[in-house]
Structure formats: C-alpha cells, structure tokens
C-alpha cells in the first residue's frame, strides 16, 4: 500500500534520458572508470554542452537512476548500460531496464501507472505533479510545484521512450490500454466513496483524501465533479477551490 513517503520524488531533473544525451554519456566514459577531477581535467561538460557546474549534477543525476555506477570515487557504466552500449538491448529496453530497475523509478511509474489506469488511460502532467508536491513534499506553492515538476520531467520522458506511456505537451496516456481499469467501466456516475473503495485498495486514507481533491480540481475536461458549497457530511471532499464534491459524472468523448 503506497503511503506518503512514496510520493516523494527524488532530485534527478538533470538526468541525461535522451537517445543523443545517452550516447553522449557513452562517448564520455566507454569502458572505462573516471573520477570526477579526470573528467574536469578532460573538459568532458564540453561532449554535453553544458556549464561545468550542470555536468556535475548530470553525472550525478545519471548515477542515482543507474545509467552510471559510483565505486572507489569513480564512476562507470552500469551493467544495463553497457548492454545498450554493446548493442544487445534495443533504446526501448534500456529504458525499461532502467526504470523497472530502480526501485524510487518503479515506484513513482507504479503510482502514475495506477492513476491512468482508474482515470480511462489520460492525464495531465499538472494533475500528477500536482499530487506528487502535495502528498510527497506537502507543499503546493510555486517553489514546491517547480521543483518536483523538474524531477518528474525525466520520468515522463523516461515512460515515453520505454513505450509505457505516451506524453503530449500537456497530457500523459497509458500506452498498453489492456491495463487500464477505469473506474468507470460500466458506469457513468460515480460517489466519491465509490472512489475510495477502489484506492483504498492501494493508497493510505490520508492520501486519497489530498489525492482526490487535486483530481477533482484539475480533471475537468473529461469530467463533471458535482460542486457545493455547503458541507453535508456525507464522505464529500473539498477540492482545492473550496467546493465540495460528492459525485462525478464521466463525459461522452
């Protein structure tokens, strides 16, 4: 069951995911291990482009996922990138690998998987990082919101390119559809507490509470949350402009 903790996203906005950056990173390193002061002495941010100051976080974004390995103050290619190096695995492989392979990866990527999955396969990126700055740093101001939004562009692109997902400028959609289990199959309006049932099964009360109130804010093209403003006591939520919902209504695409 995923509770607070598991929505905290970890610092890794300057990850190198794509294919160009990737081999970049290849070209760099090769099979061999370099500390930290060879790569300056090699002016090795010049191969990314980047200030020297970015190239560290780079490598050391890139450390944290698993595309390199840190050991006795040097850093090399991991195991899944050297495959990739070698030519065994396909771009499409690796980046399963990595993300399957890292478990603050997965977790986060089991989380968004499980929210398309209830909402018909699509959501807004603003939606998800919204969720994830409250629930995991309980912060929603600017600042928080910037920077969790920061780190969790690498994942998206990361799900992209290993064909989990697929990410528009501002939605991201399921890409194996046989995994979605809308909440609405069957059904056109749904109670909140219908909606609790089923993300009882997999989140922590507390945060289905903050979960549902982001949604309820947010999803509204596909989605009609029924609003009051007088509270009944009768399992409603209050979304994150003060109104509160009972029901939603699923709209005809």
Known sequence: MYT???FQVPNIANTPVSEE????????FGKNSLNYKTMVELESWKVLSVSQYT????INHASKVGILEKEDGAYHLSGVSQEYF???ICYKEYMREIVDGDEKLYRIWSIIGLL???FGGKMKKRTISYIFSAIGTGRSDKSALHSVGRNLAPVYNMLCHSGYTVCGESNIILQQQDKIQDLFAGKQVLTVNDIRRVFSQYFEREVIEEMLS???TFEYERYVWSKSSLYKNQGEIRNLDGDYIMAVMKQFE
């Open 4 to 6: 607070r903790k598991d």
């Open 214 to 216: 982001v949604v309820s």
């Open 21 to 28: 950056r990737i081999r970049k990173i290849f070209y760099i």
């Open 55 to 58: 190239f560290a976080k780079v």
């Open 116 to 118: 398309l999955s209830f």
């Open 86 to 88: 070698d030519g065994r």
